[in-house]
């Protein structure tokens, strides 16, 4: 496996010399590696310090501005997971899921994968050194958390940087074993972990068996073992220690010991069973270091954090990744989702607006029908697309129903939108949202959703038709155009109304309100290219058969478009 490591500093580059060198890889077959070498002279000491300092004024003169926004920033100093389950990959996945900037620092790339692991490569000293002081130097680092770090000289250089460049907090998670069982770093390190690490670190999170070691193989089997070693190794220096139970044998819960130095808290949650476990440690650091990184208390981020991690386990414990004995979990909550929805269009495509079904819970009780049955009905009539617009529903009712509703529309590969209810929305996965002028504004739905699902908005003038396609909506309802009963004191536009909408509209539009059998001809026969079909309500729902009413509708307006 040929691999390049640029050990040391690379910023003058007179003072480089370049030699090509075999080194040994760690259980690799031997790799030609180019590397650069840095004359360890004071004068290119001084020419680096130099540099760093005319960059920081360079920048200080530039970037003036306080009221800029300040973002939560974490550093992780952790090995290199080529199955990106754990190490520097973990630790990125997390601080994205819990809103934190995350840079790295590489103490080593490992060959590893869902059975275990195969090599070990460590970065020179030097070159982690280099790392250290290219983030510290130009970035604000709130937390600094600490992974694999596989030699007493690392150790020692995170040490010395520590001190140049003091953090709000330091996060150690002392990896020593893998969860598949392979060392990681030896005995020799332990010595360094407790000189240099443990007296500065803020909370330090063993598992039992790191735990064992650090106390000189002291074996835990109980949670009052777990509580004498959290005492043991805060007397070592940290102020606050995270012993973790996961492997406890004796326990039904998955157990942690959290020791502030006064209190003892037992924090439980449920075991999950699954084989996707492979990262929890570095996860749990982590999602600790992103928390304090946004102004948490320490137990507060310990305990967002474990539950962070029990809710991914728990989403991941049926997905399949690998083929050994431990697969990775999946940090954003998104993979199952993604599949599930592998068949839908990868944008939103503006003929689904043809015959845009809107529910009424109100009609659907009249009628004896259930939400899904109605659905169902609009669906095989040749609904193209269906709004759930549930005002009187309780919400957890509300929820379930839409659940169901989003598995019939995709067994259709028919879009399924929430009216108002982001909340609803994101719980069913929804394919997105239907707002009004008085509702969650478009680009917050927009950033609470992501840049997949639908949003629409209900617009009445040109106004606010442009306001909806700046703040990012794929498409506008325009209307009302007829007088309606399901909206009260609905002022309408007429179809002139509508019309001005469309010419002034950059977005698609569907027209609203009052549409019904006797005037949907008229609403599509307006001219204008935009206007790509009609929303009904009662027309279809407040009907004894959804299902020949939908069919009707759906054969008038392919009349009326083939006309056009």
Not at 58 to 78: E, F, G, N, Q
Request: glycine share 8%.
């Amino acid at each position: 496996m040929a691999s390049e490591i640029l050990p040391g500093s690379f910023f003058n580059k007179k003072l480089l010399s370049m030699q090509l060198i075999q080194v040994p890889s760690h259980g690799f077959a031997q790799s030609r590696i180019l590397r650069l070498h840095f004359a360890s002279s004071r004068s290119n000491r001084i020419y680096r310090t130099k540099i760093f300092t005319v960059m920081q004024q360079d920048r200080a003169s530039t970037v003036k501005d306080d009221s800029k926004m300040k973002i939560p920033h974490v550093l992780t100093v952790a090995g290199s997971d080529s199955g990106a389950g754990a190490g520097i990959q973990a630790d990125l996945k997390t601080c994205a899921a819990r809103g934190v900037y995350c840079s790295t620092v590489i103490t080593a790339v490992t060959a590893q994968n869902t059975v275990g692991v195969q090599g070990v490569n460590i970065v020179p000293e030097d070159f982690v050194a280099g790392q250290l002081e290219s983030v510290f130097s130009d970035m604000h680092v709130d937390v600094v958390k600490t992974g694999m770090l596989p030699s007493i000289g690392i150790v020692k250089v995170l040490h010395h940087s520590l001190k140049e460049f003091p953090v709000q907090a330091l996060v150690v998670d002392p990896v020593m074993v893998s969860t598949s069982g392979d060392v990681l770093a030896g005995p020799s390190i332990l010595d360094s972990f407790r000189e240099e690490l443990l007296p500065i670190a803020d909370i330090v999170t063993p598992n039992l068996k790191e735990a064992s070691a650090l106390l000189g193989g002291v074996q835990l089997e109980t949670v009052a073992d777990m509580r004498d070693a959290a005492k043991s190794i805060h007397d070592m220096g940290p102020r606050s220690v995270l012993v973790k139970g996961g492997d406890l044998p004796s326990s039904l819960d998955a157990v942690d010991i959290f020791f502030d130095g006064v209190c003892f808290y037992e924090l439980r949650s449920s075991r999950i069973k699954s084989r996707n476990t492979h990262g929890t440690g570095c996860t749990l650091a982590s999602c600790i270091a992103a928390e304090l990184a946004k102004g948490s208390p320490m137990l507060s981020a310990v305990k967002v954090a474990k539950r962070y991690v029990e809710t991914a386990l728990d989403y991941s414990k049926d997905i399949a990744i690998g083929n050994g004995f431990q697969g990775p979990f999946d940090h954003l909550l998104k993979l199952k989702s993604d599949i599930r929805n592998s068949f839908r269009q990868q944008a939103f495509n503006p003929e689904n607006l043809f015959l845009y079904a809107v529910t009424d819970s109100g009609m659907n009780k009249k009628w004896g029908r259930s939400i899904t049955d109605a659905v169902k009905a609009a669906i095989e009539g040749g609904a193209t697309i269906v709004q759930l617009r549930e005002k009187d529903s309780r919400t957890q009712d509300f929820l379930e129903a839409a659940k169901a509703c989003v598995e019939v529309c995709h067994s259709h590969g028919v879009p399924l939108l929430i009216n108002d209810r982001i909340d609803v929305a994101l719980a069913c996965d929804a394919d997105g949202v239907h707002v009004g002028q008085s509702d969650m504004p478009a680009r917050v739905a927009r950033r609470l959703l992501g840049p997949k699902k639908i949003i629409g908005v209900s617009c009445k003038t040109p106004e606010q038709a442009q306001k909806a396609w700046i703040d990012g909506a794929d498409y506008i309802g325009s209307g009302g155009v007829f007088p309606t009963n399901t909206k009260a004191n609905n002022l309408t536009i007429g179809l002139d109304g509508l019309k001005t909408v469309c010419l002034a509209s950059k977005l698609p539009v569907v027209a609203i309100g009052g549409i019904n059998a006797s005037n949907a001809r008229r609403v599509m026969e307006i001219g204008v290219p935009n206007l790509k079909g009609v929303a009904v309500v009662s027309a279809l729902f407040d009907r004894e058969c959804v299902l020949t009413e939908t069919k009707k509708m759906h054969g008038d307006l392919r009349q009326a478009a083939s006309m056009a």
